[in-house]
């Protein structure tokens, strides 16, 4: 059982247009918190949440047996600049980046090759959404 999710990112996590189904990409996911609750709501879909941190993605995977066990999670070590589908892997809904420096203003170079990454793993029609009271979508 990983760390319980807080209040703040249970408020965006019901903010997002999440159905059943689903492919959602979580970008800086630390421990896992919010993917696995994501991971509760999209049924047969799946999450797919990415961190630079070997340490954060070996915390979330430690605490996510039960959801990579039935194939609605996996945690991928990966910077959102960077980060590709993998060969057959099908694009994802939306996207969702909470205190991600290159999404929030913080790195504005990184920001651009991050968007720019983001926008080739997502649908036509794919979203951005960042955390911003409590959520806000980015144009990419």
């Known amino acids: 059982m990983g760390s319980p999710i807080s ?3 249970l408020d ?21 918190a919010m993917a696995r609750e994501m991971a509760k709501r999209v049924g047969a ?3 797919v949440a990415i961190d630079r941190s070997a340490k954060a993605i ?3 995977i430690a605490g996510s047996a039960e959801e990579i066990a039935a194939g609605r999670l996996e945690f991928r070590q990966s910077e959102a600049e960077s980060f590709a ?4 892997e099908a694009p994802f809904d939306i996207a969702v980046a909470v205190r991600v420096g290159a999404l929030d203003g913080r790195h504005p170079e990184a920001g651009v ?15 951005l959404f960042i955390d911003g009271a409590p959520i806000r979508e980015i144009g990419l």
């Open 58 to 60: 070996a915390q979330a």
């Open 113 to 127: 090759k991050a968007r720019a990454a983001i926008a080739k793993v997502l649908k036509p029609g794919g979203r």
């Open 45 to 47: 879909g799946k999450v």
């Open 85 to 88: 589908l993998e060969v057959g």
């Open 12 to 32: 965006i996590v019901d903010a997002l247009p999440l159905k059943r189904d689903m492919r959602v990409l979580e970008i800086g996911c630390g421990p896992g």
């Open 7 to 9: 209040q703040r990112l």
